[in-house]
């Protein structure tokens, strides 16, 4: 799901996800165990930049941009292009984010309080998939605020840890 001040896009389950199997393919022609390229542009299209759009155009908002990690399946940009070439959108890019950075990234703080409410409802495996999904639906505007505020400080807070867990 995207996160921003104004709220969230849907949620997308994604390979990986809730033991979630996948019809996409990895390099070596098997079932992908985590997101490919071609899921992760799946994603952007369907989800987080209409979504995204939406929530920012409601604002009066028409120049916005995407914060994702530099993970090799979120490709060169070249989705978001296209994508701002069909729907007259200007959607950026925001370069020079780091790999895989679970402490950086304010998407894992949301998962992670939208799995410890699953789990005080009684969840307690990959079939509270739907539980989640509803959670996920009504995450609070105060805390996309306070997450969409400390992505600046996050990046010093852990070097400053030397990349040891921040606490979010």
């Known amino acids: 799901m995207g996160i921003s001040c104004f709220g969230v896009t849907a949620a997308h389950l994604v390979t990986g996800t809730c033991k979630l199997k996948t019809e996409y393919l990895n390099k070596k022609g098997e079932e992908s165990r985590s997101i490919t390229a071609h899921e992760y542009e799946h994603v952007l299209i369907e989800t987080l930049l209409p979504g995204g759009q939406a ?17 090799p399946a979120h490709g060169d940009g ?10 007259a959108s200007n959607i950026n ?21 939208a799995n410890r409410k699953a789990k005080a409802a009684g969840c307690k495996n990959e079939e509270c998939r739907d539980t989640v999904l509803s959670i996920l ?4 505007l105060e805390m996309c605020k306070a997450l969409q505020d400390s992505i600046p400080r996050r990046p010093a807070e852990c070097i400053k840890n030397d990349g040891d867990r921040i606490k979010y």
Request: aromatic share 10%; no cysteine.
């Open 93 to 113: 890019i925001l370069p020079s984010w780091p790999p895989i950075s679970p402490d950086l990234n304010p998407n894992e703080n949301v998962g992670g309080w």
């Open 137 to 140: 639906k009504g995450v609070p």
């Open 55 to 71: 929530l920012f155009e409601k604002k009066g908002i028409r120049h916005w941009q995407l914060l994702q990690d530099n993970d």
């Open 78 to 87: 070249g989705v978001v292009a296209a994508y701002n070439k069909l729907h």
